[in-house]
């Protein structure tokens, strides 16, 4: 079955760079979308952007333009994160998730099991 | 950029009645590209309708969603108790993906 499986918590200092991974497993991976998703703690969701695994072509919503990287390695069909010049509040657990059509815009079919990031001095 | 307008934010019923959520479109949403997905604590959001009516993969049919243009509804007929959740709506497609800030459902 379709997973997509998170690297664990992080803590990183004011200032740093994080990098979340998203290992992916039981489907063709160059074929679908991968977005990635924020959630502080205790409010909503937040688009980040998306990455196309096949030719690594990424989208960033204009907030995140600046200082997050999305890449893909095909060879162990992971999709990375990157999130520079961390704040505060960059503080909150970050989702990868699937658009379950490869060939129409379509909604996210799975989803990861999300990774905490926080950002503490 | 299209924002999603939900309401109410929190919605207090019982479990049995009948739940309406609204999401509201700045932009009229073209394609029909509207989802509705349920998130519990601690667990990733669930995918319940996409294409603003069609049920996802092992979704009750006690869930159903309708809508167009800027004005959608999601709605939950007999709430069971696993159904107490927060509720958001997204616009997806067009390159920019955006969320609604969400609705509380919880039981009164």
């Known amino acids: 079955q379709v997973q997509l499986m998170q690297s664990g918590t992080d803590v990183k200092r004011p200032g740093a760079s994080v990098r979340v991974s998203c290992k992916t497993s039981?489907?063709?991976?160059?074929?679908?979308?991968i977005h990635w998703v924020r959630q502080a703690p205790g409010q909503g969701l937040e688009w980040m952007g998306w990455i196309y695994p096949r030719n690594g072509k990424t989208q960033y919503a204009q907030k995140f333009q600046d200082w997050v990287t999305m890449t893909r390695d095909t060879s162990t069909r992971t999709v990375y994160m990157e999130v520079s010049s961390l704040k505060s509040d960059d503080s909150a657990i970050y989702f990868c998730?699937?658009?379950?059509?490869?060939?129409?815009?379509?909604?996210?079919?799975?989803w990861g099991q999300g990774t905490m990031v926080i950002v503490s001095s | 950029e299209i924002v999603l307008t939900q309401s109410p934010g929190t919605l207090s019923l019982s479990p049995g009645d009948g739940a309406t959520l609204s999401c509201r479109a700045s932009?009229?949403?073209?394609?029909?590209?509207l989802a509705w997905y349920q998130q519990k604590p601690g667990q990733p959001p669930r995918l319940l309708i996409y294409?603003?009516?069609t049920r996802a993969t092992g979704i009750p049919d006690r869930f159903s969603g309708s809508g167009s243009g800027t004005d959608f509804t999601l709605t939950i007929s007999r709430l069971e108790p696993e159904d107490f959740a927060v509720y958001y709506c997204?616009?997806?497609?067009?390159?920019?993906?955006?969320f609604g800030q969400g609705t509380k459902l919880d039981i009164k």
């Open positions: 294409d603003v009516s």
């Open positions: 998730a699937r658009e379950s059509s490869g060939w129409k815009s379509d909604a996210f079919d799975t």
């Open positions: 039981g489907y063709t991976f160059t074929d679908f979308y």
């Open positions: 997204q616009k997806y497609g067009g390159s920019l993906y955006t």
């Open positions: 932009q009229s949403i073209s394609n029909n590209y």
